[in-house]
């Protein structure tokens, strides 16, 4: 899946594609996004296990849970988080993001 962000929105955003981890595993997907600093956002739930990616090993992941999984439907989702918020509050935790609410895991 492609997404685009409007350069308004002022993201510095980089792609899977782009750094040629298609098909990578998940380990090699954080651990890229970490070594660049990057908050990683994603629709695998994988990385919401805190076990296996604890806050202090990355530097943020985002995962979506949109209510329909279409590629406009996610796209859709996916801009209307990021130009509702400032992201810079996600930035070294776990977060969830459904419908009506953005989730911090690692937070009590």
Do not use: C, W
């Not at 970490?34 to 908050?39: E, L, N, P, W, Y």
């Not at 805190?50 to 590629?71: I, K």
């Not at 209307?80 to 810079?88: C, G, I, K, V």
């Amino acid at each position: 899946m492609k997404l685009k962000l409007d350069q308004k929105l002022q993201h510095d955003v980089d792609t899977v594609v782009a750094e040629g981890l298609s098909g990578a595993d998940d380990r090699t997907v954080i651990n890229a996004a970490r070594s660049a600093d990057r908050i990683l956002l994603t629709l695998d739930r994988d990385f919401l296990d805190l076990d296996r990616y604890p806050p202090e090993s990355h530097s943020g992941v985002v995962v979506f849970r949109p209510p329909r999984q279409g590629a406009l439907a996610v796209a859709k989702f996916v801009l209307a988080f990021a130009r509702s918020t400032d992201l810079r509050k996600y930035y070294r935790h776990t977060t969830v993001v459904e419908r009506t609410r953005a989730r911090v895991l690692d937070q009590p």
